[in-house]
């Protein structure tokens, strides 16, 4: 038996921001907690949605205390942020940080046996759905606002939690790339790799099926004919990562994810790198790693990428088609091909424990060890 888990609604397209309102208003919500960082409300991102709450007269008061890896104490000082608030509802702005955020709150305060955080990794049996959300991404990349996962980094243990709860899902996702346009290029490509990340690694994780392979290759197509051009912050290129992460998030919240996934959470925790440039620089030498235990996906995966002539090519041929249509992706995006600025040595055997222990390592195609994680990390450097 397979389950899959969507948003009650969700609106896609320019404009779609100002649809908050009437969502708010139809399901009879009173104040909203708007969880959002504090550089999207410096730079004016946020209060495109803040100014569509003040339009219709609908209460809201911000909580900003949000870094790019969430912590559990920024989880719980949004829980005491919401309980003073008043509110009924969440509003989140944001990328996965703000989201993952939010997330943690609502069900906190719905399941308040969990208020320590940590109890909430892994497949926590929470018992009441999440305070609702609103959840409107500002980056083309995480799909939080439509997957059933969250993580919160756990600062005293260095290490990344990852949660899986269905409860959590937000009520509605708003995905408006007018929302998006203000990310720098930088950001525009990690956030974009790590949805192609979500699309590849969903299509060949142990749980992949009909359904979740047939919004992977789609999300793998969109993404691949629009990613440059976000980059180059074109209208088409925006409105198709929009859409091409969503889609992806749609297939990995409901088949998990694999070992590329649980070598970059370690890296947000302990160097605090981000997350889609973790992914990216990773993605291929597992994608090289894996290959073995994955039949004829990367042919599909390929020809997905927009590469010529997979008709003709031998098992290895399309297999390094695609990993190399990956790795030029990543480059022509300015994404570093290496970790050597990035890990120590020295860190090697911790990152792959931590690794080992993650929530999404069981998903991978191929079983691992230890120590073929540790061998990975080494000829990343």
């Given at each position: 038996m397979n389950r899959f888990i969507l948003n009650e609604t969700s609106y896609h397209g320019k404009g779609a921001v100002a649809a908050v309102a009437n969502e708010a208003k139809g399901r009879g919500f009173k104040k909203a907690l708007v969880c959002s960082d504090p550089d999207?409300?410096?730079?004016?991102?946020?209060?495109?949605?803040?100014?569509?709450?003040?339009?219709?007269?609908?209460?809201?008061?911000?909580?900003?205390?949000?870094?790019?890896?969430?912590?559990?104490?920024?989880?719980?000082?949004?829980?005491?942020?919401?309980?003073?608030?008043?509110?009924?509802?969440?509003?989140?702005?944001?990328?996965?940080?703000?989201?993952?955020?939010?997330?943690?709150?609502?069900?906190?305060?719905?399941?308040?046996?969990?208020?320590?955080?940590?109890?909430?990794?892994?497949?926590?049996?929470?018992?009441?759905?999440?305070?609702?959300?609103?959840?409107?991404?500002?980056?083309?990349?995480?799909?939080?606002?439509?997957?059933?996962?969250?993580?919160?980094?756990?600062?005293?243990?260095?290490?990344?939690?990852?949660?899986?709860?269905?409860?959590?899902?937000?009520?509605?996702?708003?995905?408006?790339?007018?929302?998006?346009?203000?990310?720098?290029?930088?950001?525009?490509?990690?956030?974009?790799?790590?949805?192609?990340?979500?699309a590849i690694e969903g299509y060949i994780t142990k749980g992949a099926w009909t359904l979740s392979d047939m919004f992977h290759l789609k999300a793998i197509e969109i993404i691949s004919e629009s990613l440059r051009g976000a980059v180059e912050n074109t209208p088409e290129g925006r409105e198709g990562m929009a859409l091409g992460q969503y889609v992806a998030g749609m297939g990995?919240?409901?088949?998990?994810?694999?070992?590329?996934?649980?070598?970059?959470?370690?890296?947000?925790?302990?160097?605090?790198?981000?997350?889609?440039?973790?992914?990216?620089?990773?993605?291929?030498?597992?994608?090289?790693?894996?290959?073995?235990?994955?039949?004829?996906?990367?042919?599909?995966?390929?020809?997905?990428?927009?590469?010529?002539?997979?008709?003709?090519m031998s098992q290895e041929e399309y297999r390094k088609a695609a990993v190399d249509a990956v790795k030029q992706l990543s480059k022509d995006v300015g994404i570093p091909d290496n970790l050597k600025d990035i890990v120590k040595p020295e860190d090697i055997p911790f990152l792959a424990q931590s690794a080992y222990d993650d929530a999404c390592r069981p998903g991978n195609p191929r079983d691992t060890s230890v120590e073929e994680i540790t061998e990975l990390y080494k000829k990343l450097l």
């Open positions: 999207l409300i410096k730079f004016g991102v946020t209060k495109k949605v803040t100014d569509v709450l003040d339009g219709a007269g609908l209460a809201y008061e911000l909580f900003s205390d949000i870094k790019p890896n969430p912590t559990i104490q920024n989880v719980q000082a949004g829980v005491e942020a919401f309980k003073k608030s008043g509110a009924d509802y969440l509003v989140a702005i944001g990328g996965g940080s703000s989201m993952d955020t939010a997330k943690a709150v609502g069900i906190i305060i719905n399941n308040p046996e969990f208020a320590d955080v940590r109890s909430l990794e892994g497949v926590a049996p929470t018992k009441k759905p999440s305070v609702p959300i609103i959840a409107i991404p500002t980056t083309a990349g995480t799909a939080a606002e439509v997957t059933i996962n969250y993580v919160i980094t756990d600062t005293e243990k260095d290490r990344k939690m990852v949660c899986v709860d269905p409860h959590d899902i937000p009520v509605v996702a708003v995905v408006d790339p007018d929302m998006m346009s203000t990310m720098p290029k930088s950001l525009t490509a990690a956030t974009g790799m790590d949805a192609l990340t979500h990995f919240s409901n088949v998990g994810l694999g070992i590329v996934h649980s070598m970059a959470h370690p890296l947000g925790a302990l160097y605090d790198t981000p997350h889609g440039i973790a992914n990216a620089i990773i993605l291929p030498t597992v994608m090289e790693y894996n290959a073995p235990t994955t039949g004829e996906k990367y042919r599909d995966i390929a020809k997905a990428m927009g590469v010529k002539g997979i008709e003709n």
